[in-house]
């Protein structure tokens, strides 16, 4: 279906409004004015979104600061950013955590929840699209998780569910 981004980046942070308030964690969308409605798969990609929401909130503590970016990169695709001011993860960590299961160390997700399956599974699903997914963080400082969709026509390309 064809999708809105500032709507859909809108409904993203409304479904985590309560946690958000509950845990002072202010959410920022900012989304640059090049960025027209693009075909795509909304329930994949709001899961995609709703897990990479989850993890900035988890992974961050109270008083944090959220934001999600999005503009359209010269080369025609969507980029969309989620940036958090979380406790990072360690460099080492990194080039691991797509993989299912991952999860960086069990003292901090003891009590978090979850199994380690969610950036697998984006990672999947943007693929699937004909994007790119990369993470980028520092410990102690902020996660950064970036990905990309491409603009095209209507029932072409890889997108093309039967429904849109
Ligand atoms: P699930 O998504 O299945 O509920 P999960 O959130 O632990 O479980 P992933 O979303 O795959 O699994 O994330 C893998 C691991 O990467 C997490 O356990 C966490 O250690 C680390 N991680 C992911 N996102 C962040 C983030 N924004 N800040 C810090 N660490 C993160
Ligand atoms: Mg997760």
């Given at each position: 279906e064809q999708v809105h981004v500032t709507e859909m980046l809108d409904e993203v942070a409304d479904r985590f409004s309560f946690q958000l308030r509950q845990r002072s964690i202010a959410i920022q969308i900012i989304i640059g004015d090049n960025t027209s409605p693009i075909w795509l798969d909304r329930d994949k990609i709001d899961q995609v979104l709703d897990n990479l929401v989850s993890n900035a909130i988890k992974y961050t503590g109270d008083g944090g600061q959220i934001r999600i970016m999005a503009e359209r990169l010269p080369n025609d695709m969507l980029e969309i950013k989620i940036q958090d001011t979380g406790i990072g993860i360690p460099k080492k960590d990194l080039s691991r955590i797509?993989?299912?299961?991952?999860?960086?160390?069990k003292a901090r997700s003891r009590n978090m929840?979850?199994?380690?399956l969610g950036l697998s599974i984006a990672r999947e699903i943007i693929k699937a699209h004909g994007g790119a997914i990369a993470i980028d963080s520092e410990f102690n400082v902020g996660t950064t998780v970036s990905f990309t969709l491409p603009y095209m026509e209507e029932g072409s390309g890889t997108n093309h569910d039967g429904k849109s």
């Amino acid at each position: 279906e064809q999708v809105h981004v500032t709507e859909m980046l809108d409904e993203v942070a409304d479904r985590f409004s309560f946690q958000l308030r509950q845990r002072s964690i202010a959410i920022q969308i900012i989304i640059g004015d090049n960025t027209s409605p693009i075909w795509l798969d909304r329930d994949k990609i709001d899961q995609v979104l709703d897990n990479l929401v989850s993890n900035a909130i988890k992974y961050t503590g109270d008083g944090g600061q959220i934001r999600i970016m999005a503009e359209r990169l010269p080369n025609d695709m969507l980029e969309i950013k989620i940036q958090d001011t979380g406790i990072g993860i360690p460099k080492k960590d990194l080039s691991r955590i797509f993989e299912r299961f991952y999860r960086v160390d069990k003292a901090r997700s003891r009590n978090m929840g979850g199994t380690g399956l969610g950036l697998s599974i984006a990672r999947e699903i943007i693929k699937a699209h004909g994007g790119a997914i990369a993470i980028d963080s520092e410990f102690n400082v902020g996660t950064t998780v970036s990905f990309t969709l491409p603009y095209m026509e209507e029932g072409s390309g890889t997108n093309h569910d039967g429904k849109s």
